[in-house]
């Protein structure tokens, strides 16, 4: 009887939950890497969903795709930043002091990029779009100047504000390069319910010619 009961708890026994307890390890661990080396690869640049650096060389639009029932970047044509076509070499020079900038400024501590930092500051993750700049023609200039002084700008008067980080011409242009870039990475959607800056080439101006002026024959006299 005894030993019927043993036979019958051999999934109690010390040596099978022991024995369990490795191949749960290893098969977690192997997974593990296999997760990591998937995720070095999902968010390297020039990947699927992140793209090169290359990529503020053109126009990057955000577009609500039907199929993944979420807004999605599109890529467009050729809109250099700052006017300049830069090589992929040199756009990754210029976004990564952009990113060390944001980091050495420690805009996290106030402002959500891709999901990490706090939340008392507008999410910078797709801020090269947000309307606020006025229009694309002048959103360059506008989000430079903003960030070297912001202090007497006009949309930060309104609630909180941000202060004078004593940020310079070349840092705030290589952070516009950074957010210009990081709003082309596909987020799958977030921020959520975010509205892009309106980025439709204005019509071309068609010139009007004069009609033709036309002789009036003068009345005659009778």
Known sequence: MAETQTQALWWASESFWRKM?????????????????????????????????????????????????????????????????????????????????????????????????????????????????????VREQSMVEFLMDPTDKLHNAIGRRMPNLGITEAEARATVAFLKWMSAIDTNGFPTNFQPIDQADAAPEVAVEAAPAVEVAAPVQQ
């Open 21 to 137: 307890a490795i191949w749960v390890t290893a098969g977690s661990f192997v997974v593990l890497i296999f997760l990591t080396f998937d995720t070095v690869k999902q968010i390297t640049a020039g990947g699927k969903r992140v793209p090169a650096y290359s990529v503020i060389n053109h126009r990057v639009d955000y577009v609500f795709d039907e199929e993944r029932n979420f807004q999605v970047p599109v890529i467009g044509p050729e809109e250099p930043l700052f006017g300049k076509k830069l090589t992929e070499d040199e756009a990754e020079a210029l976004v990564s002091k952009g990113k060390l900038t944001t980091q050495a400024k420690n805009c996290m501590g106030c402002h959500t990029l891709l999901g990490n930092g706090s939340y008392y500051a507008p999410d910078l993750t797709k801020s090269w779009l947000d309307p606020s700049w006025g229009s694309k023609e």
